[in-house]
């Protein structure tokens, strides 16, 4: 017959269970108010940018307001479809956009004074 082999036993300590230490109040707190110390995404340069591009896009929905005939009795096309309704306004709002995308993808000052100089001193 086989022989059985007897599975040896190690006497281990039994391991300590420890409770959980519970958080304090401050530590979430300042956690909280330590998040908001972070740094805009853009900058004030950008929001400048940003703001005159949006004038740009207002101002040329305003030149192309209006084009209420006088007498309603009369077709004038020279109060419709003139200069600074066709060709002016449609370009300040084009203009305004790219602007408004150039205060979005323009990097900000920040970023670059934040990195050290790794020049070698003499």
Do not use: H
Not at 98 to 120: L, M, S, W
């Amino acid at each position: 017959m086989a022989k059985k082999t007897q599975k040896q036993f190690q006497n281990k300590p039994a391991a300590r269970k420890q409770a959980p230490v519970p958080t304090r109040r401050k530590d979430k707190q300042d956690s909280l108010f330590s998040a908001g110390k972070e740094e805009f995404i853009f900058g004030r340069q950008n929001f400048i940018w940003i703001g005159i591009g949006l004038a740009l896009v207002c101002l040329g929905l305003l030149a192309m307001a209006g084009g209420a005939m006088p007498d309603p009795n009369t077709w004038d096309p020279d109060i419709i479809y003139s200069f600074r309704r066709i060709t002016l306004a449609p370009i300040l709002m084009v203009a305004g956009f790219v602007v408004v995308i150039y205060g979005i993808f323009k990097k900000t000052n920040t970023e670059a004074t934040a990195q050290p100089d790794n020049t070698p001193a003499e």
